[in-house]
C-alpha cells in the first residue's frame, strides 16, 4: 500500500481480509476497534514505512498475528 492505512470502529471483528498486504509505506493505526480481539489478517505484513498505533482496543488480548 502506497499511503497509510487507519483501521477504526466498533463493527471490526477480524482483519482477515487484510491478509495480502505485505507493505504499508505509511502509517498503521488501529483505534478503537473494540470486537477486535486479535491481529490476525496483519500475519504477512512485513514493513511499515511509519508507525505503528495501536489505542482502545478494549478486547484486544494478542498482537501476535
Given at each position: 500500500i502506497?499511503?497509510?492505512?487507519a483501521?477504526i470502529?466498533?463493527e ?6 487484510l ?5 504499508i ?18 500475519h ?22
Open positions: 502506497e499511503g497509510s492505512v483501521i470502529g466498533d471490526i471483528d477480524n482483519l482477515n481480509g491478509s495480502n498486504i505485505t507493505s509505506k505509511g502509517y498503521l493505526k488501529i483505534i478503537n476497534t473494540n470486537s477486535l480481539i486479535n491481529l490476525y489478517g496483519l504477512n505484513l512485513n514493513t511499515i514505512g511509519g508507525y505503528l498505533f495501536i489505542h482502545d482496543n478494549l478486547v484486544l488480548k494478542n498482537i501476535a498475528t
